[in-house]
Protein backbone atom coordinates (compact mmCIF):
# COMPACT_ATOMS: atom_id res chain seq x y z
CA UNK A 1 0.00 0.00 0.00
CA UNK A 2 1.60 3.21 -0.71
CA UNK A 3 2.59 5.03 2.09
CA UNK A 4 1.17 8.53 1.17
CA UNK A 5 -2.40 6.71 1.60
CA UNK A 6 -1.07 4.75 4.64
CA UNK A 7 -0.37 8.56 6.30
CA UNK A 8 -3.79 9.50 5.51
CA UNK A 9 -5.51 6.71 6.52
CA UNK A 10 -3.64 6.51 9.77
CA UNK A 11 -4.19 9.99 11.16
CA UNK A 12 -7.48 10.26 9.66
CA UNK A 13 -8.50 7.15 11.66
CA UNK A 14 -6.97 9.16 14.99
CA UNK A 15 -8.60 12.34 14.22
CA UNK A 16 -12.09 10.61 13.77
CA UNK A 17 -11.66 8.30 16.81
CA UNK A 18 -10.21 12.00 19.00
CA UNK A 19 -13.57 13.54 17.87
CA UNK A 20 -15.74 10.99 19.47
CA UNK A 21 -14.15 11.84 22.86
CA UNK A 22 -12.61 8.25 23.80
CA UNK A 23 -9.39 9.23 25.89
CA UNK A 24 -6.11 9.86 23.50
CA UNK A 25 -4.56 6.74 24.91
CA UNK A 26 -7.31 4.29 23.92
CA UNK A 27 -7.59 6.30 20.40
CA UNK A 28 -4.00 5.61 19.69
CA UNK A 29 -4.03 1.99 21.14
CA UNK A 30 -6.62 0.84 18.77
CA UNK A 31 -5.16 2.56 15.71
CA UNK A 32 -2.07 1.22 16.24
CA UNK A 33 -3.71 -2.34 16.99
CA UNK A 34 -5.50 -1.93 13.63
CA UNK A 35 -3.09 -1.12 11.63
CA UNK A 36 -0.79 -3.27 12.72
CA UNK A 37 -3.35 -5.88 12.39
CA UNK A 38 -4.19 -5.48 8.79
CA UNK A 39 -0.52 -4.42 7.56
CA UNK A 40 1.37 -7.30 8.92
CA UNK A 41 -1.63 -9.85 9.87
CA UNK A 42 -1.82 -11.45 13.59
CA UNK A 43 1.72 -12.74 14.36
CA UNK A 44 2.59 -8.85 14.22
CA UNK A 45 0.39 -8.07 16.71
CA UNK A 46 2.58 -9.40 19.62
CA UNK A 47 5.48 -7.41 18.19
CA UNK A 48 3.41 -4.22 19.33
CA UNK A 49 3.22 -5.18 22.94
CA UNK A 50 7.26 -5.84 23.14
CA UNK A 51 8.13 -2.85 21.67
CA UNK A 52 5.94 -0.95 23.86
CA UNK A 53 6.95 -3.02 27.12
CA UNK A 54 10.64 -1.57 25.71
CA UNK A 55 9.75 1.61 25.43
CA UNK A 56 8.40 2.16 28.88
CA UNK A 57 11.57 0.74 30.76
CA UNK A 58 13.42 4.04 29.97
CA UNK A 59 14.96 4.81 33.73
CA UNK A 60 14.49 8.36 32.85
CA UNK A 61 10.52 8.01 32.83
CA UNK A 62 10.75 7.12 36.74
CA UNK A 63 11.48 10.81 37.57
CA UNK A 64 8.25 11.43 36.41
CA UNK A 65 5.85 10.15 39.04
CA UNK A 66 8.00 11.47 41.75
CA UNK A 67 7.60 14.94 40.24
CA UNK A 68 3.82 14.74 39.81
CA UNK A 69 3.90 13.47 43.69
CA UNK A 70 6.10 16.41 44.06
CA UNK A 71 3.58 18.67 42.68
CA UNK A 72 0.57 17.20 44.32
CA UNK A 73 2.06 17.49 47.91
CA UNK A 74 2.94 21.13 47.18
CA UNK A 75 -0.58 21.87 46.24
CA UNK A 76 -1.84 21.42 49.73
CA UNK A 77 1.41 22.37 51.29
CA UNK A 78 0.09 25.74 51.87
CA UNK A 79 3.50 27.30 50.11
CA UNK A 80 1.41 29.12 47.62
CA UNK A 81 -0.63 31.17 50.05
CA UNK A 82 2.31 31.96 52.01
CA UNK A 83 3.70 33.12 47.94
CA UNK A 84 0.79 34.89 47.49
CA UNK A 85 0.57 37.21 51.24
CA UNK A 86 4.02 38.20 50.24
CA UNK A 87 3.07 39.09 46.59
CA UNK A 88 -0.32 40.73 48.06
CA UNK A 89 2.09 43.37 50.19
CA UNK A 90 4.69 44.08 48.66
CA UNK A 91 3.01 44.47 44.81
CA UNK A 92 -0.12 46.08 46.01
CA UNK A 93 0.80 49.50 46.02
CA UNK A 94 0.89 48.89 41.92
CA UNK A 95 -1.85 48.46 39.35
CA UNK A 96 -1.67 45.40 38.17
CA UNK A 97 0.55 44.13 40.83
CA UNK A 98 -1.52 41.29 42.32
CA UNK A 99 -1.82 39.82 38.63
CA UNK A 100 2.09 40.59 38.26
CA UNK A 101 3.01 38.38 41.29
CA UNK A 102 0.70 36.04 40.66
CA UNK A 103 2.76 34.95 37.21
CA UNK A 104 5.68 35.50 39.30
CA UNK A 105 4.62 32.72 42.17
CA UNK A 106 3.36 30.88 39.21
CA UNK A 107 7.09 30.96 38.13
CA UNK A 108 8.24 29.94 41.45
CA UNK A 109 5.69 26.89 41.89
CA UNK A 110 7.18 25.90 38.34
CA UNK A 111 10.32 25.72 39.31
CA UNK A 112 9.59 23.35 42.32
CA UNK A 113 6.72 21.34 40.73
CA UNK A 114 7.09 20.22 37.49
CA UNK A 115 3.80 20.42 35.75
CA UNK A 116 1.56 22.78 35.20
CA UNK A 117 -1.62 21.82 37.32
CA UNK A 118 -0.17 22.17 40.50
CA UNK A 119 0.73 26.53 40.36
CA UNK A 120 -2.79 26.50 37.77
CA UNK A 121 -5.17 25.29 40.23
CA UNK A 122 -3.39 26.25 43.72
CA UNK A 123 -3.20 29.98 42.37
CA UNK A 124 -6.53 29.77 40.65
CA UNK A 125 -8.60 28.88 44.23
CA UNK A 126 -6.07 32.12 45.96
CA UNK A 127 -5.86 34.45 43.08
CA UNK A 128 -8.72 34.91 41.12
CA UNK A 129 -11.13 35.63 44.01
CA UNK A 130 -9.00 37.91 45.40
CA UNK A 131 -8.49 39.85 42.20
CA UNK A 132 -11.63 40.02 41.46
CA UNK A 133 -12.82 40.81 45.46
CA UNK A 134 -10.46 44.38 44.58
CA UNK A 135 -12.25 45.03 41.20
CA UNK A 136 -9.56 43.27 38.54
CA UNK A 137 -11.12 42.97 35.02
CA UNK A 138 -12.14 39.11 34.88
CA UNK A 139 -10.29 38.59 31.59
CA UNK A 140 -6.62 39.60 32.76
CA UNK A 141 -7.54 37.60 36.29
CA UNK A 142 -8.08 34.56 34.71
CA UNK A 143 -5.52 35.52 32.06
CA UNK A 144 -2.61 35.80 33.81
CA UNK A 145 -3.93 32.69 36.16
CA UNK A 146 -3.78 30.01 33.18
CA UNK A 147 -1.09 31.25 31.34
CA UNK A 148 1.45 31.82 34.06
CA UNK A 149 0.57 27.99 35.73
CA UNK A 150 1.40 26.46 32.30
CA UNK A 151 5.13 27.41 32.64
CA UNK A 152 5.03 24.66 34.79
CA UNK A 153 6.00 22.54 31.62
CA UNK A 154 9.13 25.06 30.43
CA UNK A 155 10.64 25.74 33.87
CA UNK A 156 12.00 22.94 34.98
CA UNK A 157 11.66 20.43 36.37
CA UNK A 158 9.76 19.21 33.94
CA UNK A 159 7.73 16.20 33.31
CA UNK A 160 7.59 16.59 29.72
CA UNK A 161 11.10 17.55 29.28
CA UNK A 162 11.98 14.14 30.71
CA UNK A 163 9.71 12.27 28.21
CA UNK A 164 11.39 14.50 25.09
CA UNK A 165 14.43 12.93 26.63
CA UNK A 166 13.77 9.67 27.21
CA UNK A 167 12.01 9.13 23.14
CA UNK A 168 15.41 11.29 21.84
CA UNK A 169 18.04 10.53 24.02
CA UNK A 170 18.99 14.01 24.62
CA UNK A 171 20.50 15.19 28.10
CA UNK A 172 17.76 15.68 30.61
CA UNK A 173 19.90 18.13 32.86
CA UNK A 174 20.79 19.79 29.34
CA UNK A 175 17.54 20.32 28.65
CA UNK A 176 16.52 21.35 31.94
CA UNK A 177 18.72 24.29 32.01
CA UNK A 178 18.31 24.92 28.12
CA UNK A 179 14.36 26.21 30.07
CA UNK A 180 15.48 28.35 32.46
CA UNK A 181 16.27 31.14 30.44
CA UNK A 182 13.22 30.89 28.34
CA UNK A 183 10.56 30.17 30.91
CA UNK A 184 11.84 33.33 32.59
CA UNK A 185 11.94 35.48 29.78
CA UNK A 186 8.29 34.29 29.20
CA UNK A 187 7.43 34.99 33.07
CA UNK A 188 8.98 38.83 32.56
CA UNK A 189 7.27 38.91 29.58
CA UNK A 190 3.68 38.35 30.71
CA UNK A 191 3.97 40.50 33.67
CA UNK A 192 5.66 43.55 31.12
CA UNK A 193 2.40 43.27 29.20
CA UNK A 194 -0.21 43.31 32.48
CA UNK A 195 1.97 46.38 33.69
CA UNK A 196 1.55 47.87 30.36
CA UNK A 197 -2.16 47.81 30.09
CA UNK A 198 -2.58 48.82 33.69
CA UNK A 199 -0.67 51.32 33.43
CA UNK A 200 -2.58 52.52 30.01
CA UNK A 201 -5.86 51.56 31.82
CA UNK A 202 -5.86 51.66 35.63
CA UNK A 203 -9.34 50.29 35.71
CA UNK A 204 -8.28 46.68 34.72
CA UNK A 205 -6.06 46.02 37.95
CA UNK A 206 -6.04 49.01 40.59
CA UNK A 207 -4.24 49.90 43.04
CA UNK A 208 -5.09 48.51 46.69
CA UNK A 209 -5.50 51.23 49.70
CA UNK A 210 -2.43 51.83 52.16
CA UNK A 211 -4.06 50.25 55.06
CA UNK A 212 -5.16 47.17 53.37
CA UNK A 213 -1.37 46.66 52.26
CA UNK A 214 0.16 47.02 55.63
CA UNK A 215 3.08 48.08 57.18
CA UNK A 216 6.81 47.74 56.43
CA UNK A 217 6.95 45.09 59.63
CA UNK A 218 4.10 43.03 57.73
CA UNK A 219 5.94 43.13 54.77
CA UNK A 220 9.60 42.08 55.71
CA UNK A 221 7.27 39.10 57.95
CA UNK A 222 5.90 38.62 54.47
CA UNK A 223 9.61 37.59 53.44
CA UNK A 224 9.63 34.23 55.06
CA UNK A 225 6.95 32.37 52.54
CA UNK A 226 10.14 32.55 50.29
CA UNK A 227 12.18 30.13 52.51
CA UNK A 228 11.18 27.08 52.06
CA UNK A 229 10.29 27.09 47.90
CA UNK A 230 14.01 28.82 47.15
CA UNK A 231 15.18 25.98 49.68
CA UNK A 232 13.30 23.39 47.42
CA UNK A 233 14.18 24.37 44.28
CA UNK A 234 17.92 24.84 44.79
CA UNK A 235 17.63 21.53 46.27
CA UNK A 236 16.11 20.20 42.80
CA UNK A 237 18.24 21.91 40.13
CA UNK A 238 21.38 22.62 42.51
CA UNK A 239 21.73 19.16 43.30
CA UNK A 240 21.81 18.52 39.26
CA UNK A 241 23.67 21.54 38.36
CA UNK A 242 26.63 20.71 41.04
CA UNK A 243 26.33 17.09 39.62
CA UNK A 244 25.34 15.75 42.89
CA UNK A 245 22.63 13.53 41.38
CA UNK A 246 20.90 12.94 38.09
CA UNK A 247 17.49 14.45 37.19
CA UNK A 248 16.27 10.86 38.10
CA UNK A 249 17.72 11.19 41.75
CA UNK A 250 16.51 14.99 41.63
CA UNK A 251 13.37 13.71 41.12
CA UNK A 252 13.65 11.83 44.87
CA UNK A 253 14.82 14.83 46.29
CA UNK A 254 12.21 17.14 44.98
CA UNK A 255 9.75 14.55 46.37
CA UNK A 256 11.23 14.21 49.82
CA UNK A 257 11.88 17.90 50.18
CA UNK A 258 7.97 18.72 49.50
CA UNK A 259 7.18 16.31 52.27
CA UNK A 260 9.59 17.84 54.67
CA UNK A 261 8.03 21.54 53.07
CA UNK A 262 4.32 20.26 54.00
CA UNK A 263 5.35 19.13 57.34
CA UNK A 264 6.93 22.19 58.24
CA UNK A 265 3.55 23.80 57.41
CA UNK A 266 2.05 21.03 59.44
CA UNK A 267 0.14 20.11 56.86
CA UNK A 268 1.20 16.74 56.22
CA UNK A 269 -1.74 14.67 57.57
CA UNK A 270 -2.90 11.05 56.71
CA UNK A 271 -5.43 12.51 54.34
CA UNK A 272 -3.43 14.98 52.55
CA UNK A 273 -0.64 12.50 52.26
CA UNK A 274 -3.19 9.89 50.88
CA UNK A 275 -4.96 12.07 48.38
CA UNK A 276 -1.54 12.99 46.86
CA UNK A 277 -0.86 9.42 46.89
CA UNK A 278 -3.90 8.83 44.96
CA UNK A 279 -3.92 11.72 42.11
CA UNK A 280 -0.44 11.11 41.44
CA UNK A 281 -1.12 7.88 40.95
CA UNK A 282 -3.74 8.37 38.02
CA UNK A 283 -1.88 11.03 36.29
CA UNK A 284 0.89 8.85 36.08
CA UNK A 285 -0.60 5.97 34.65
CA UNK A 286 -2.31 8.23 32.45
CA UNK A 287 1.28 9.68 31.16
CA UNK A 288 2.77 6.01 30.92
CA UNK A 289 -0.54 4.82 29.03
CA UNK A 290 -0.15 7.42 26.66
CA UNK A 291 3.62 6.30 26.69
CA UNK A 292 2.76 2.86 25.72
CA UNK A 293 0.34 3.35 22.99
CA UNK A 294 2.20 6.35 21.42
CA UNK A 295 5.06 4.27 21.44
CA UNK A 296 3.15 1.68 19.59
CA UNK A 297 2.19 4.42 16.91
CA UNK A 298 4.90 5.86 16.32
CA UNK A 299 6.50 2.40 15.40
CA UNK A 300 3.87 1.39 13.09
CA UNK A 301 4.30 4.55 11.10
CA UNK A 302 8.17 4.31 11.22
CA UNK A 303 7.72 0.49 10.18
CA UNK A 304 5.56 1.80 6.78
CA UNK A 305 8.83 3.91 5.75
CA UNK A 306 7.30 7.41 7.32
CA UNK A 307 11.05 9.04 7.88
CA UNK A 308 11.41 8.35 4.42
CA UNK A 309 8.56 9.58 3.49
CA UNK A 310 8.86 12.94 5.23
CA UNK A 311 12.30 13.71 3.86
CA UNK A 312 11.77 13.09 0.43
CA UNK A 313 8.46 14.81 1.15
CA UNK A 314 9.78 18.18 2.61
CA UNK A 315 12.81 17.84 0.95
CA UNK A 316 10.78 17.71 -2.99
CA UNK A 317 8.86 21.50 -1.44
CA UNK A 318 12.59 23.22 -2.44
CA UNK A 319 12.36 25.22 0.62
CA UNK A 320 15.36 25.98 2.82
CA UNK A 321 15.41 24.87 6.53
CA UNK A 322 14.44 27.47 8.36
CA UNK A 323 11.27 27.10 5.72
CA UNK A 324 10.96 23.48 7.00
CA UNK A 325 11.70 23.84 10.55
CA UNK A 326 8.56 26.97 10.59
CA UNK A 327 6.41 24.41 9.17
CA UNK A 328 6.72 21.48 11.81
CA UNK A 329 6.28 24.22 13.86
CA UNK A 330 3.19 25.04 13.19
CA UNK A 331 2.42 21.06 12.78
CA UNK A 332 2.97 21.32 16.94
CA UNK A 333 0.94 24.14 17.51
CA UNK A 334 -2.25 22.15 15.38
CA UNK A 335 -0.97 18.95 17.11
CA UNK A 336 -1.38 21.12 21.07
CA UNK A 337 -4.77 22.24 20.24
CA UNK A 338 -5.65 18.49 20.15
CA UNK A 339 -3.78 16.15 21.71
CA UNK A 340 -1.80 15.49 25.12
CA UNK A 341 1.74 16.66 24.93
CA UNK A 342 2.91 13.15 25.85
CA UNK A 343 1.18 11.78 22.44
CA UNK A 344 2.50 14.30 20.62
CA UNK A 345 6.37 13.34 21.67
CA UNK A 346 5.84 10.40 20.99
CA UNK A 347 4.23 10.24 17.37
CA UNK A 348 6.39 13.32 15.66
CA UNK A 349 10.00 12.89 17.53
CA UNK A 350 11.06 9.69 15.79
CA UNK A 351 9.88 11.27 12.85
CA UNK A 352 11.15 14.90 13.19
CA UNK A 353 14.16 14.48 15.20
CA UNK A 354 16.38 12.60 12.27
CA UNK A 355 15.20 15.24 9.82
CA UNK A 356 16.08 18.11 12.09
CA UNK A 357 19.94 16.23 12.82
CA UNK A 358 20.38 15.92 8.91
CA UNK A 359 19.25 20.16 8.96
CA UNK A 360 21.86 20.63 11.58
CA UNK A 361 19.80 22.34 14.09
CA UNK A 362 20.32 21.45 17.66
CA UNK A 363 18.32 18.54 19.36
CA UNK A 364 18.50 20.53 23.06
CA UNK A 365 17.10 24.32 20.81
CA UNK A 366 14.47 21.94 19.10
CA UNK A 367 12.76 20.46 22.45
CA UNK A 368 12.71 23.47 23.77
CA UNK A 369 10.74 24.97 20.54
CA UNK A 370 8.62 22.05 21.48
CA UNK A 371 8.20 22.54 24.59
CA UNK A 372 6.92 26.33 24.40
CA UNK A 373 4.35 25.09 22.11
CA UNK A 374 3.17 22.64 23.73
CA UNK A 375 2.90 25.08 26.09
CA UNK A 376 0.83 27.34 23.78
CA UNK A 377 -1.46 23.99 23.20
CA UNK A 378 -2.03 24.55 27.03
CA UNK A 379 -3.85 27.59 26.27
CA UNK A 380 -5.43 27.01 22.98
CA UNK A 381 -8.80 25.34 22.98
CA UNK A 382 -10.53 22.55 22.30
CA UNK A 383 -7.90 20.78 24.44
CA UNK A 384 -6.21 23.13 26.34
CA UNK A 385 -5.57 21.52 30.07
CA UNK A 386 -5.25 25.18 31.60
CA UNK A 387 -8.78 26.17 30.25
CA UNK A 388 -10.54 23.07 32.04
CA UNK A 389 -8.51 23.56 35.28
CA UNK A 390 -10.00 27.65 34.83
CA UNK A 391 -13.58 26.03 33.98
CA UNK A 392 -13.56 23.97 37.49
CA UNK A 393 -12.65 27.25 39.03
CA UNK A 394 -14.55 30.24 37.52
CA UNK A 395 -18.19 30.04 37.72
CA UNK A 396 -20.20 29.52 35.09
CA UNK A 397 -21.90 32.59 35.72
CA UNK A 398 -19.05 35.05 35.79
CA UNK A 399 -17.48 33.26 32.72
CA UNK A 400 -18.56 31.47 29.88
CA UNK A 401 -15.98 29.10 28.12
CA UNK A 402 -15.71 31.76 25.17
CA UNK A 403 -15.01 34.19 27.55
CA UNK A 404 -12.10 32.11 28.96
CA UNK A 405 -10.96 31.34 25.85
CA UNK A 406 -10.41 35.35 25.08
CA UNK A 407 -8.75 35.85 28.27
CA UNK A 408 -6.19 33.80 27.16
CA UNK A 409 -5.40 35.22 23.59
CA UNK A 410 -3.04 37.56 24.48
CA UNK A 411 -1.28 35.40 26.60
CA UNK A 412 -0.69 33.06 23.75
CA UNK A 413 0.23 35.74 21.17
CA UNK A 414 2.68 36.30 23.87
CA UNK A 415 3.89 32.84 24.00
CA UNK A 416 4.19 32.65 20.04
CA UNK A 417 6.43 35.96 20.42
CA UNK A 418 8.67 34.44 22.80
CA UNK A 419 8.59 30.68 20.61
CA UNK A 420 10.17 33.73 17.56
CA UNK A 421 12.41 35.00 19.84
CA UNK A 422 14.27 31.50 20.54
CA UNK A 423 14.03 30.38 17.05
CA UNK A 424 15.68 33.80 15.89
CA UNK A 425 18.03 34.03 18.71
CA UNK A 426 19.03 30.01 19.95
CA UNK A 427 21.61 31.09 22.54
CA UNK A 428 18.11 32.25 24.48
CA UNK A 429 17.79 28.00 25.16
CA UNK A 430 21.68 27.09 24.78
CA UNK A 431 24.07 29.40 27.03
CA UNK A 432 22.75 27.89 29.93
CA UNK A 433 23.18 24.38 28.67
CA UNK A 434 26.85 25.71 27.27
CA UNK A 435 28.47 25.62 30.73
CA UNK A 436 27.58 21.57 31.29
CA UNK A 437 30.01 20.76 28.84
Not at 143 to 169: H, K, Q, R
Amino acid sequence: MDIGLITVLLFSSLVILLLTGLPLAFCLGAVSLGFTFFLWGPPAVMQVASACFSGTMNIILIACPLFIFMANVLQFSGLADDLYEMIYTWSGRLNGGLAMGTVAICAVFAAMSGISGAATVSMGVIAIPSMLNRKYDKFLSVGCVAAGGALGILIPPSVTMIIFASITGVSVGKLFFAGILPGFLLALMYIIYIAVRCILNPELGPSLAPEVRGGWDKKFKSLGGIILPLILVCAVIGSILLGLATPTEAAAVGAVGSLVCAAVKRKLTWNNFKKACRESLVLSAMIIWIVVTATAFSNVYTAVGAPNFLNNMLGGLGVGRWHILIMIQITFFFLGMVMDPAGIVMITTPVYLPIILALGFDPVWFGILFIINMEMGYLTPPFGYNLFYMRSIVPQKLMSMKDLYWSVLPFVLIQALCLVLTMVYPQIALWLPSFMD
